[in-house]
């Protein structure tokens, strides 16, 4: 029997907001000491009430017109009822039928194999909610934390059309590269920023729609995702197999054993009881503030995608960096800052800046303060300087020194003739060791070339 | 003079039987302090809560504190430090958290809540240099309108202890008619101010949906909830209305537009060529025979001062009373979510039979299945009830009728009943569903000796004119021999 | 099985200035309800987490019956609301939200000061199934 995977996705991304989605606790929460990030509103007292962060309403619409969806001009937000431990209220506050962004799509790349070289996945809705505190299980105890309650979020929903994991993982990395270029999110898994919530299900040949699917939680990590789906998927084909139907439930993954397991079903599915939140007016766009942003959205793209580091890595290989370096530099902030700065203000002649570019690419990351940049970029130039600046050596010194290492080294220029690149580094270093002074480099790799040879 | 002594005296002068106003007065002419006006007042507290238990017990802020707070206002004075409400103790409905002082909404759910955080009406109060008195008595998460269903007693009716004070802020509304604070705060969802105001002879005002923040009032229904003043007289209502009204980075429900004035007295007649709205719905059938005749006389009264009466139609009450029983119990079952005794609070298993049944009506309202045809429809309904008070104020300027359609009802009369607290409210809840603002003015007592009141409503922010309109009433009916009472205690 | 039944006609309303128990206004109509008042009531319990004796159950179950029979009166206006839209709420405000600015939050004292339970700054709570 062939069955068709049937993947749905529910991803939550958490907005790197100052404060709050309804208070104006830090949002920035993240390892500080339990329930200490925490007020009246989103610790669920009595008499509080909720007040939306504007920052987080225009950033889910952003991501909405990221996401090629359309943003409705009528919108609200709605309670939704149920009772859990980390949830303070009894309710969250979410939106149910008028959400702020729906109908999207996104474009993702394929399998190296596939027909088409890109796919499209239908967005269903993206809307915003509040997080919820978080649960700590000691033995028969739950300890509850609530830094984390009443964080934004946003979901995004798609339709179920992804067929395999390659899909899920490159439809993630997009996700992550929009929202990180937006500014909205790190989107960072390990963290909790980024949080993927898949439905699974196996279509059976001839149906029209699977008769059952199953959720999956507690996907922590980039890397789980495809075992987690594969083992899902695997599963439930063991059981189609068998002539029998997978229960309709949700499962929770579980590291250690990179497996998914049942997590105790209610007969009945929750009815959350939705209804307009009356403590929040709703809201109204006029087609002016939705141009805006969707103008704005499309002027961020497209310089991320030009600032982006691949962009970068390429353009400083064109300076004569070594691709590793190019790499190396477009990674980190603060040695892009300090290339860019040199490039700019023409410190070095063009013909030193690939020389430079290898040179600084080595040196250690540094997490600093905006304003010591110049400084340290001063540093880092006489460093630069004086290391370059080559001794002249005596022709017959090097000779000797080259033929010394040669016979010393049978191993390693054996290695070089049959291919091995890298010998040849380890040979130049030899002979630079017998030097006291520095000397140049390509000058030694030369002369040991032409004596291999 | 001994201690003792001291209180008879304070009792004798009745500085607790002063209005707001001859109180400030008394106050910046240096007649008396605002310790002996504060110590009137617990004296009088002391001598007569035992029989009405109006207070929360214990009483918080303690004895120690509430003196301080008097003298810390007396320095002020001293200084001339004009403030709207300095040295004026005030009690405040136990549904209003208060910082460092027990908060219950009168439940043995919050026995032993303390509130970290002031409500903004608190914290309004204090920044005014009000003293407060007192936390007072209510039904149970403002479930109701007899002040029975409180977990601490029920609070008792003034001017005859066998009967209900009303509610839900019956320990606010009782506080003021026997002397115990110079003004109360109440809180009223549809008809909890208005209601207990009108069975306890005095003054209560709710002003329009959002007129006053709510953030730190523990929530009913939050669409409906309108904190507002309990005052002996008009002019104090105006008062306070100053100091509570505005806009709350709190509460994202609150009014935009600027707080009025509400000065008083009005320099000229408001009430000649004023059209008066009366509906013959609000005469509804049932009515006590007493409440009729005095509110027709009463507007007779307001006919002579020159206003023009004017028969409108309005929607039957009673669909305003399906429309509030739905709202408001599915607003009510989502508020009382929150206590799970987790982070605060005892466990839900205390909540009391009203709760029970409120939250068991919203549920089912909200569920699936049934939300079309409870929530929804009621929600249809309510903006049909919107619109046809619109219409209703093209045509008049205020619309007056009675406020409830019994006299105080005995004690005992809310038990067991399924819907007794809406039933109770029915002329009152249109208007607190359109959002309106609703002012009850005593205007006399029944022959069984029970206060009678009326109501004036007027179209969203118009509380300066149904103030003014009800000064007026109150000024020309000033010498009524019936204002000259006093409860009996 | 359903049973049909018919509530009394008692039409008084509930005020009687003697002050004799209160009744609802109850209409002559009839309500339709499941027999086994359990399964409703117990279903609407679950749904709000509140502690429901038997007998309990049985009086909230009638009541429940009594208020949906007046609050019924509503379809008489179906005619005139079926065109209008639903308010949930009346001021008519929009688009009220706050700047992105933090404030200082509450203490972990603070936080912590009505709980009944708590363990290195955390509530605490008797286990719950192990669901995230």
């Given at each position: 029997?062939?069955?068709?995977?049937?993947?749905?996705?529910?991803?939550?991304?958490?907005?790197?907001?100052?404060?709050?989605?309804?208070?104006?606790?830090?949002?920035?929460?993240?390892?500080?000491?339990?329930?200490?990030?925490?007020?009246?509103?989103?610790?669920?007292?009595?008499?509080?009430?909720?007040?939306?962060?504007?920052?987080?309403?225009?950033?889910?619409?952003?991501?909405?017109?990221?996401?090629?969806?359309?943003?409705?001009?009528?919108?609200?937000?709605?309670?939704?009822?149920?009772?859990?431990?980390?949830?303070?209220?009894?309710?969250?506050?979410?939106?149910?039928?008028?959400?702020?962004?729906?109908?999207?799509?996104?474009?993702?790349?394929?399998?190296?194999?596939?027909?088409?070289?890109?796919?499209?996945?239908?967005?269903?809705?993206?809307?915003?909610?509040?997080?919820?505190?978080?649960?700590?299980?000691?033995?028969?105890?739950?300890?509850?934390?609530?830094?984390?309650?009443?964080?934004?979020?946003?979901?995004?929903?798609?339709?179920?059309?992804?067929?395999?994991?390659?899909?899920?993982?490159?439809?993630?990395?997009?996700?992550?590269?929009?929202?990180?270029?937006?500014?909205?999110?790190?989107?960072?898994?390990?963290?909790g920023e980024m949080r993927l919530e898949p439905n699974i299900s196996l279509r059976k040949e001839g149906e029209k729609r699977p008769s059952y699917k199953v959720e999956v939680k507690n996907i922590n990590s980039f890397k789980f995702v495809e075992r987690a789906i594969e083992f899902e998927l695997a599963r439930q084909r063991e059981i189609l197999d068998k002539g029998e139907t997978p229960v309709q439930e949700t499962r929770g993954f579980i590291e250690k054993t990179q497996s998914t397991v049942s997590q105790r079903i209610k007969e009945e599915a929750s009815d959350y009881r939705y209804f307009p939140e009356p403590d929040i007016p709703p809201f109204r766009w006029t087609d002016e503030q939705r141009n805006n942003w969707k103008t704005e959205v499309k002027n961020l793209l497209e310089e991320a995608r030009k600032n982006s580091p691949k962009e970068k890595a390429n353009f400083y290989v064109g300076l004569g960096v070594s691709n590793a370096s190019g790499a190396s530099i477009s990674a980190s902030k603060y040695r892009t800052q300090v290339f860019e700065a040199v490039i700019k203000e023409n410190i070095l002649p063009k013909e030193q800046l690939g020389k430079f570019g290898n040179f600084l690419a080595n040196k250690p990351e540094e997490k600093i303060d905006q304003n010591l940049v110049p400084n340290l970029t001063k540093q880092l130039i006489n460093q630069f300087k004086s290391s370059t600046t080559t001794a002249d050596i005596d022709d017959k010194e090097l000779d000797k020194a080259i033929e010394l290492v040669l016979r010393e080294n049978e191993t390693a220029v054996s290695d070089y003739k049959r291919g091995k690149e890298n010998a040849i580094m380890f040979l130049v270093g030899q002979v630079m060791h017998n030097f006291p002074q520095k000397i140049d480099a390509s000058k030694v790799k030369a002369s040991l070339l032409a004596k291999i040879k | 003079m001994d201690y003792l002594k001291l209180k008879e005296f304070l009792i004798m002068t009745e500085l607790n039987s002063l209005t707001i106003k001859q109180a400030k007065e008394g106050l910046i002419k240096r007649e008396f302090s605002s310790f002996d006006l504060t110590e009137a007042c617990l004296a009088q507290i002391e001598k007569v809560d035992k029989k009405i238990n109006a207070f929360i017990k214990p009483i918080a802020p303690t004895y120690d504190d509430v003196v301080s707070a008097a003298r810390k206002a007396d320095k002020l004075l001293s200084s001339n430090q004009d403030l709207p409400l300095l040295g004026i103790p005030i009690a405040v409905k136990d549904n209003f958290s208060t910082m460092g002082i027990r908060t219950t909404a009168s439940s043995k759910v919050l026995d032993d809540y303390i509130p970290p955080y002031d409500a903004t009406v608190v914290k309004k109060l204090k920044d005014a240099g009000a003293v407060l008195i007192g936390k007072t008595n209510m039904d149970a998460w403002a479930h109701g309108s007899s002040t029975e269903t409180s977990d601490y007693g029920s609070?008792?009716?003034?001017?005859?202890?066998?009967?209900?004070?009303?509610?839900?802020?019956?320990?606010?509304?009782?506080?003021?008619?026997?002397?115990?604070?110079?003004?109360?705060?109440?809180?009223?969802?549809?008809?909890?101010?208005?209601?207990?105001?009108?069975?306890?002879?005095?003054?209560?005002?709710?002003?329009?949906?959002?007129?006053?923040?709510?953030?730190?009032?523990?929530?009913?229904?939050s669409s409906l909830d309108s904190p507002g003043p309990i005052t002996k007289t008009v002019e104090d209502s105006a008062l306070l209305l100053r100091v509570l009204a505005g806009t709350d980075e709190f509460d994202a429900t609150t009014?935009?537009?600027?707080?009025?004035?509400?000065?008083?007295?009005?320099?000229?007649?408001?009430?000649?060529?004023?059209?008066?709205?009366?509906?013959?719905?609000?005469?509804?059938?049932?009515?006590?025979?007493?409440?009729?005749?005095?509110?027709?006389?009463?507007?007779?009264?307001?006919?002579?001062?020159?206003?023009?009466?004017?028969?409108?139609?309005?929607?039957?009450?009673?669909?305003?009373?399906?429309?509030?029983?739905?709202?408001?119990?599915?607003?009510?079952?989502?508020?009382?979510?929150?206590?799970?005794?987790?982070?605060?609070?005892?466990?839900?298993?205390?909540?009391?039979?009203?709760?029970?049944?409120?939250?068991?009506?919203?549920?089912?309202?909200?569920?699936?299945?049934?939300?079309?045809?409870?929530?929804?429809?009621?929600?249809?309904?309510?903006?049909?009830?919107?619109n046809d008070f619109e219409k209703a104020f093209e045509k008049v300027n205020v619309i007056l009728g009675p406020t409830s359609p019994?006299?105080?009802?005995?004690?005992?009369?809310?038990?067991?009943?399924?819907?007794?607290?809406?039933?109770?409210?029915?002329?009152?809840?249109?208007?607190?569903?359109?959002?309106?603002?609703?002012?009850?003015?005593?205007?006399?007592?029944?022959?069984?000796?029970?206060?009678?009141?009326?109501?004036?409503?007027?179209?969203?922010f118009a509380e300066d004119l149904v103030l003014q309109v009800a000064h007026q009433y109150e000024m020309a009916t000033a010498n009524e021999n019936w204002r000259k009472k006093r409860p009996n205690l | 099985m359903v049973k049909k039944h018919e509530i009394s006609k008692s039409k008084d309303l509930i005020i009687s200035s003697t002050g004799t128990t209160a009744r609802s206004e109850i209409s002559s109509a009839s309500v339709t309800y499941f027999s086994d008042d359990k399964t409703r009531i117990k279903h609407i319990a679950e749904l709000a987490a509140l502690d429901i004796t038997q007998d309990e159950g049985v009086k909230l179950s009638q009541q429940l019956d009594e208020t949906l029979a007046y609050i019924n009166n509503l379809k008489d206006l179906d005619n005139l609301v079926s065109q209008l839209e639903p308010s949930s709420q009346i001021t008519g405000l929009e688009n009220i939200s706050r700047e992105d600015e933090p404030s200082p939050s509450l203490s972990q004292d603070e936080a912590l000061k009505n709980a009944k339970a708590t363990q290195n700054g955390l509530f605490k709570v008797k286990g719950v199934l192990n669901n995230d």
């Open positions: 029997m062939k069955y068709t995977p049937v993947i749905g996705l529910e991803v939550h991304v958490e907005l790197k907001t100052k404060s709050k989605m309804f208070c104006r606790c830090s949002a920035d929460y993240f390892g500080k000491k339990p329930n200490t990030h925490t007020c009246p509103v989103c610790l669920g007292l009595p008499g509080a009430l909720p007040v939306p962060n504007k920052k987080a309403i225009e950033w889910c619409i952003m991501l909405g017109y990221a996401l090629n969806c359309e943003i409705p001009p009528f919108s609200r937000f709605d309670r939704k009822n149920y009772f859990y431990p980390d949830l303070p209220k009894g309710y969250q506050i979410s939106q149910y039928d008028q959400p702020f962004a729906v109908d999207g799509e996104v474009f993702i790349k394929q399998e190296p194999n596939s027909q088409n070289k890109e796919k499209k996945i239908d967005v269903r809705r993206v809307h915003m909610e509040e997080d919820t505190g978080k649960l700590i299980h000691e033995g028969d105890l739950t300890l509850i934390d609530f830094n984390r309650s009443g964080v934004p979020l946003v979901e995004i929903v798609t339709e179920p059309d992804f067929v395999n994991p390659f899909e899920v993982t490159e439809y993630l990395k997009s996700l992550k590269q929009i929202v990180r270029y937006l500014g909205i999110s790190n989107a960072d898994m390990e963290k | 609070t008792k009716n003034p001017w005859n202890t066998k009967h209900l004070p009303g509610g839900s802020s019956g320990g606010s509304a009782a506080a003021v008619a026997a002397d115990e604070a110079i003004a109360a705060i109440g809180s009223e969802t549809a008809g909890s101010i208005r209601q207990p105001a009108s069975w306890c002879g005095v003054v209560g005002l709710k002003p329009t949906y959002g007129r006053v923040s709510r953030y730190g009032v523990i929530a009913m229904a009014s935009l537009p600027p707080v009025g004035d509400y000065t008083l007295p009005v320099v000229d007649n408001k009430i000649k060529n004023l059209k008066i709205g009366i509906s013959d719905e609000y005469f509804i059938d049932g009515i006590d025979k007493e409440v009729e005749s005095a509110v027709r006389l009463s507007i007779e009264k307001l006919e002579k001062m020159g206003a023009k009466i004017v028969k409108i139609n309005l929607v039957k009450p009673k669909y305003a009373t399906s429309v509030y029983t739905i709202i408001q119990r599915s607003e009510v079952s989502s508020n009382l979510a929150r206590y799970d005794g987790v982070r605060f609070g005892k466990d839900r298993k205390l909540f009391g039979e009203e709760a029970k049944r409120r939250i068991v009506l919203g549920t089912y309202s909200l569920s699936s299945g049934y939300y079309n045809q409870y929530y929804n429809r009621a929600a249809k309904a309510r903006s049909l009830i919107v019994s006299l105080p009802l005995h004690a005992g009369a809310s038990e067991n009943a399924a819907m007794f607290g809406e039933i109770a409210d029915i002329l009152v809840e249109p208007s607190s569903i359109a959002g309106l603002p609703g002012i009850n003015i005593p205007i006399g007592f029944s022959k069984s000796m029970l206060p009678i009141g009326m109501q004036i409503i007027g179209r969203q | -």
